[in-house]
T-cell receptor, first 111, second 114 residues
Framework: SQTIHQWPATLVQPVGSPLSLECTVE??????LYWYRQAAGRGLQLLFY??????ISSEVPQNLSASRPQDRQFILSSKKLLLSDSGFYLC??????????FGQGTRLTVV | AQSVTQLDSQVPVFEEAPVELRCNYS??????LFWYVQYPNQGLQLLLK??????LVESINGFEAEFNKSQTSFHLRKPSVHISDTAEYFC????????????FGKGTMLLVSP
């Protein structure tokens, strides 16, 4: 069966510090991968998606970047965090047009 | 492009009462429809989905949703809620062809009290 791992679960970082969140998927190959951000009262916002290694599409301009160095690995990064980057970050995967499966999320607090 | 509207940000209800969480969508193409549930500090779990066929879909824990194409709605219902149903519920859509990304509503917090 397929599983998705996302870490860390919680993170407190000072403003201006770098960020690296990692997501890996097991039990499938060539998944579509997604990073969503959830801010209070604003639902889920799609940040990035990837259909293959090295292929990244950005949905909104922001202080973040994403990379896919391996087929089942998706990384969310920032060089310098802003207060507005605080939120709950979710990684997800799917195949084709089916539903997406989500990781457990990372609660990021920028202080 | 697609959009999803969940008009109710919060729905308080007593245990064993019926509940309806509303979802309306807008899309220029045909879509698949989903309901996800999120418990505190956890990821989202798929509750049910409509891909094709019968417009009434059911989950294993008593929820059901009906796809109404003319009203562009996919409301979620349960005839009798439990305390354990307290969670945030998200409606989502994706196009049923081409590349699929989910577009989510802002979520509805279901608060079940005894």
């Amino acid at each position: 069966s397929q599983t998705i791992h996302q870490w860390p679960a919680t993170l407190v970082q000072p403003v201006g510090s770098p960020l690296s969140l990692e997501c890996t998927v097991e039990g499938t190959s060539n998944p579509n991968l997604y990073w969503y951000r959830q801010a209070a009262g604003r639902g889920l916002q799609l940040l990035f998606y990837s259909v293959g290694i090295g292929q990244i599409s950005s949905e909104v301009p922001q202080n973040l970047s994403a990379s896919r160095p391996q087929d089942r690995q998706f990384i969310l990064s920032s060089k310098k965090l802003l207060l507005s980057d605080s939120g709950f970050y979710l990684c997800a995967w799917n195949r084709g047009l089916t539903e997406a499966f989500f990781g457990q999320g990372t609660r990021l607090t920028v202080v | 492009a697609q959009s999803v509207t969940q008009l109710d940000s919060q729905v308080p209800v007593f245990e064993e009462a019926p509940v309806e969480l509303r979802c309306n969508y807008s899309s220029s193409v045909s879509v698949y429809l989903f309901w996800y549930v999120q418990y505190p500090n956890q990821g989202l779990q798929l509750l049910l989905k409509y891909l094709s066929g019968s417009t009434l879909v059911e989950s294993i824990n008593g929820f059901e949703a009906e796809f109404n194409k003319s009203q562009t709605s996919f409301h979620l219902r349960k005839p009798s809620v439990h305390i354990s149903d307290t969670a945030e519920y998200f409606c989502a859509v994706s196009p049923n062809s081409g590349y699929s990304t989910l577009t989510f509503g802002k979520g509805t917090m279901l608060l079940v009290s005894p």
